[in-house]
């Protein structure tokens, strides 16, 4: 006869301490092959060396624009920078934030555009060009229209076919709209006549140029600076030299095929000694890519997300706003993933690290930064992103909602079946944030948390709250209580969901509490 099958329970409670996901998501290997110190999702958390934190939140640094941001400009002067968003094919001044004036440029077919800044004996100037307008040129005071006429001007090519300004080795250059062909001008000069440097004859796969930039082995702008051009069906042509109408001191390095690329002109990013490609291999340093096959992933900096990375080119590809940027303030490295317009969402790499996270709630077009801090084009308004301080941890004043799932931990018993009971997060905050704690069993990913609500109580404002009974800000401090989860499985990971808002959340470990039994006759 058969018996009932029973879950027989040891009388020893096992203790397990996991330490808090700070390899950051993992979006590439099978869920049973995680390491511990991964997570199979990392939502507005960031991992940092020691810690996951909760990310900072943004405010609406600018108001009142027309329509969506879909270009920030960032222009470095002597003394001064500046912000500028451009929106409805107008270009305003966001520097100071708030609402915004009158536009400082009007009549532009469209918001997107590509910059950059050069230094000349005549001064500062930020170069702007779309391949649809003609090209503008601001000194710091003044934007001029650059035409075959104009002062300053570009003659000897059609200024409105002119995008993507790069500057290489004190020479403007532009790629010409929907061509191979790139244009420069003479060394140290923002006008002149332009010179044509003709790819087609080098560029096996055809298409047209969507990208240049320098790069550079020794992390600085040096001698052995190259000029590399990308085009539409993923060619990278990689030169060397000053002057190309000189056969002795200009060369062909060679050329390499890649992935397509993502995001037209925005795709390359200089980072440190390297240049980063975004394409569909994933987020590639070229100087690993280079030297390496397609075939090997390894190479990618997006390789331990491959999977989710994978996924958002397949689906996204064709949708305006992607694009990267490196912010050293929070040693962080952004990839804007544009799912849909209002939503959407980041993946952020730590950039000592490299591990890797996933944010929602900002609603970018568009990155840039202004004295290191990163600002986002919104619909309608310039975001100041990552603010913090205790008026920082809010989304334009709203709740942050964060989620984290761990890896999967058969908490070395693989075969056993575990009865888990409690779990206590060792959190670092400043408040009392709303967060739950939560166990999924055998390999569901499903949030098995019920929706979090916070409402915060209202701090005390100096010379106006009475002492003893007005809420005073703290400095952060351990909370570490015990919550209750239930589930019964072979393996288990922790869930940890949070909501709050104007308040740092750090989280350290988490100890789990489970029984061990078998599966009895």
Same mark, same amino acid.
């Given at each position: 006869? +058969?018996? %009932? %099958?029973?879950?027989?329970? /040891?009388?020893? =409670?096992?203790?397990?301490?996991?330490?808090?996901?700070? !390899?950051?998501?993992? =979006?590439?290997?099978? @869920?049973? &092959?995680? =390491?511990?110190?991964?997570?199979?999702? @990392?939502?507005?958390?960031?991992?940092?060396?020691?810690?996951? &934190?909760? /990310?900072?939140?943004?405010? /609406?640094?600018?108001?009142?624009?027309?329509?969506?941001?879909?270009?920030?400009?960032?222009?470095?002067?002597?003394?001064?920078?500046? +912000?500028?968003?451009?929106?409805?094919?107008?270009?305003?001044?966001?520097?100071? !934030?708030?609402?915004?004036? #009158?536009?400082?440029?009007? !009549?532009?077919?469209?918001? /997107?555009?590509?910059?950059?800044?050069?230094?000349?004996? !005549?001064?500062?100037? +930020?170069?702007?060009?779309?391949?649809? &307008?003609?090209?503008?040129?601001?000194?710091?005071?003044?934007?001029?229209?650059?035409?075959?006429?104009?002062?300053? #001007?570009?003659?000897?090519?059609?200024?409105?076919? @002119?995008?993507?300004?790069? @500057?290489?080795?004190?020479?403007?250059?532009?790629?010409?709209?929907?061509?191979?062909?790139?244009?420069?001008?003479?060394?140290?000069?923002?006008?002149? =006549?332009?010179?044509?440097?003709?790819?087609?004859?080098?560029?096996?796969?055809?298409?047209?140029?969507?990208?240049?930039?320098?790069?550079?082995?020794?992390?600085g702008y040096g001698v052995d600076d190259n000029l590399v051009f990308v085009t539409s069906n993923g060619e990278v042509l990689v030169y060397r030299g000053t002057d190309p109408a000189s056969a002795s001191t200009w060369a062909l390095i060679g050329i390499w095929i890649v992935g397509s690329p993502v995001g037209g002109s925005r795709c390359l990013l200089k980072y440190a000694g390297d240049l980063l490609i975004l394409s569909l291999d994933g987020l590639l340093p070229l100087a690993s890519a280079l030297q390496s096959s397609r075939l090997d992933p390894n190479v990618a900096l997006s390789d331990k997300i491959q999977g989710a990375f994978a996924t958002a080119t397949a689906q996204y590809q064709s949708n305006f706003g992607w694009g990267l940027l490196y912010n050293p303030k929070n040693n962080a490295l952004f990839v804007n993933i544009p799912v849909a317009e209002g939503a959407q969402q980041q993946f952020v790499m730590n950039n000592i690290t490299k591990a890797w996270a996933k944010f929602t709630g900002w609603y970018a077009f568009c990155w840039s930064l202004l004295n290191d801090d990163p600002y986002f084009g919104g619909a309608g308004f310039v975001g100041k992103a990552w603010t913090t301080g205790s008026t920082g941890y809010a989304d334009n004043n709203a709740n942050i909602a964060a989620r984290a799932l761990q890896a999967f931990n058969y908490f070395e018993s693989r075969g056993v079946k575990k009865y888990f009971t409690r779990a206590r997060p060792s959190i670092f905050t400043n408040g009392q944030p709303a967060i739950v704690c939560a166990i999924n069993v055998d390999f569901s990913i499903a949030d098995s948390t019920a929706p979090l609500s916070f409402s915060p109580q209202v701090a005390g404002l100096w010379d106006v709250g009475l002492w003893d009974q007005a809420l005073w800000g703290s400095d952060v401090e351990i909370t570490n209580n015990w919550q209750g989860i239930t589930g019964i499985g072979y393996c288990g990971a922790i869930q940890l969901n949070s909501t709050s808002k104007n308040m740092q959340i750090q989280w350290a470990a988490t100890d789990v509490v489970y029984q061990m039994g078998w599966a009895g006759i």
């Open positions: 006869m +058969l018996k %009932r %099958r029973q879950f027989v329970q /040891r009388a020893a =409670a096992n203790v397990v301490s996991l330490p808090a996901p700070v !390899g950051g998501w993992n =979006a590439r290997d099978s @869920l049973a &092959n995680m =390491a511990p110190t991964d997570a199979v999702t @990392l939502e507005n958390y960031f991992p940092s060396v020691s810690n996951v &934190n909760l /990310r900072g939140g943004y405010e /609406r640094y600018a108001t009142g624009l027309p329509d969506d941001v879909e270009t920030l400009m960032t222009y470095s002067g002597a003394t001064t920078d500046k +912000l500028f968003a451009i929106s409805d094919g107008k270009v305003y001044d966001v520097t100071a !934030g708030g609402a915004v004036g #009158a536009p400082v440029v009007t !009549g532009l077919s469209n918001s /997107r555009w590509d910059y950059t800044n050069a230094t000349t004996s !005549g001064g500062n100037y +930020l170069y702007m060009a779309n391949g649809v &307008n003609t090209p503008y040129l601001y000194n710091g005071s003044t934007w001029t229209s650059i035409t075959g006429a104009s002062t300053p #001007a570009i003659t000897g090519v059609t200024t409105t076919t @002119l995008t993507t300004p790069t @500057l290489f080795k004190n020479r403007m250059w532009f790629i010409q709209k929907d061509t191979l062909k790139a244009w420069y001008l003479p060394t140290s000069s923002v006008g002149g =006549a332009a010179q044509v440097l003709d790819l087609s004859s080098v560029a096996r796969l055809g298409g047209y140029l969507v990208a240049m930039a320098a790069w550079t082995i020794d992390a």
